[in-house]
């Protein structure tokens, strides 16, 4: 009875022959289109996890406070209004699913990490909250349903 017992070619996980997807890693299966050649298959994206919402938004809201202190910030301002871009760009691609903002997210958690350990002596309260807040958005980036709406899926099964 191979018919009985199918694994996803993605991940390795058992699937049922009627599931459309894997219930490990959400991809679709073949045995879909092999069940329904008649309908017309229609793969959408994963829907966006509620934390990717979030996190959009404090970009957005990361940004606009960087627009806001390179008004009133005089020089230093030319070193954010760029940082309040990027921070727009990156909100845009969260909100879209695109890998790319996944990427630059992990790499500006990471530097803000690594610049709040540097500072922590001047601004010790904000800063470990700063560490604390950046170290919950990589803990979340890297959950299996976030990477999966990313396209982030590791190559090799489990």
Known sequence: ?????????????KIEPSSKFCPSCGRAT?????QEPTTKTVVSPASRPDGV???????ILAG????ILAAIGGAIGVILIPIGI????VAYG?????PWAWTLTVIISIITIVLNVITIAILSILSIINIVFSGIILY??????????FGKTTSSSG
């Open 1 to 13: 009875m191979s018919e009985a017992e199918s694994f996803c070619t993605h991940c390795g996980a």
């Open 30 to 34: 073949p045995l879909a289109a092999v």
């Open 53 to 59: 919402t979030v996190i959009a938004i404090l970009s």
């Open 64 to 67: 606009i406070g960087a627009f």
């Open 86 to 89: 990027v921070y727009f760009v």
């Open 94 to 98: 969260l909100l879209k699913g695109r």
């Open 140 to 149: 979340y980036l890297y959950r299996p349903h976030v990477k999966v709406y």
